[in-house]
């Protein structure tokens, strides 16, 4: 081992924390894009983060998880709502960044191999759960500022039917796992479905 190796391996030894659990996601993602959620392992991780595999255990039971964590931590990061003064264009806008992510190369691979294993993880399904609810939050938002402005009824403004969208753009992305989410699907999402649902 030259010194320069060495001192990166002691480096990497001396990882702890936040930096640890940082460089344990990002070569889970780097292990996603270069040979797939399929051949994803804990051991391949571990090597690729010059760590062990009791480090990952130690915060994450399973791959789903540990692709999940990752998923969460680099590709599902918050945005900015969508704030254009017009209903239609602000969920047009939310569904686009919700397809964008699903339709990534990584994002797409971590979301379809979490959704098959998913009922064999408790722990797991409940995270889910919780990723899941914060789109009630967003659309009820868009929704909220639509009724204030008179786009659509006060009798609207209901978590159920606020995410209708969303929970038919997972579906869509969910049965056709190799067609990309087209504009002409989005549009159809909204013109069709949610805006008679919420319009005066």
């Known amino acids: 081992m030259t010194p320069t190796t060495r001192a990166e391996a002691d480096k990497r030894s001396r990882r ?60 599902a990061q918050p945005t900015a709502l969508p704030d254009t003064g017009d209903l239609r264009t ?53 929704l909220g500022r639509a009724v204030a402005r008179g786009e659509a009824r006060p009798d609207a403004l209901r978590p159920r039917v606020a995410t209708v969208p969303v929970v038919l753009l997972r579906q869509e992305y969910l049965m056709n796992p190799d067609v990309s989410i087209s504009e002409e699907v989005l549009t159809e999402l909204v013109d069709q479905v949610f805006l008679p649902m919420v319009r005066l």
């Open 16 to 75: 702890r924390g936040a930096e640890l659990e940082e460089a344990l996601l990002r070569a889970t993602l780097d292990e996603l894009a270069e040979s797939g959620y399929a051949r994803l392992t804990i051991d391949r991780v571990a090597q690729r983060a010059g760590t062990n595999k009791t480090a990952i255990y130690r915060r994450w039971p399973n791959r789903a998880a540990l692709a999940f964590a990752a998923y969460r931590h680099f590709v």
């Open 90 to 142: 602000d969920v047009l806008e939310l569904l686009r960044g919700a397809a964008a992510r699903m339709g990534s190369a990584v994002g797409g691979q971590i979301l379809r191999g979490v959704t098959s294993e998913m009922h064999a993880h408790p722990e797991l399904f409940q995270h889910m759960r919780e990723e899941l609810a914060q789109e009630p939050g967003a659309m009820m938002t868009i």
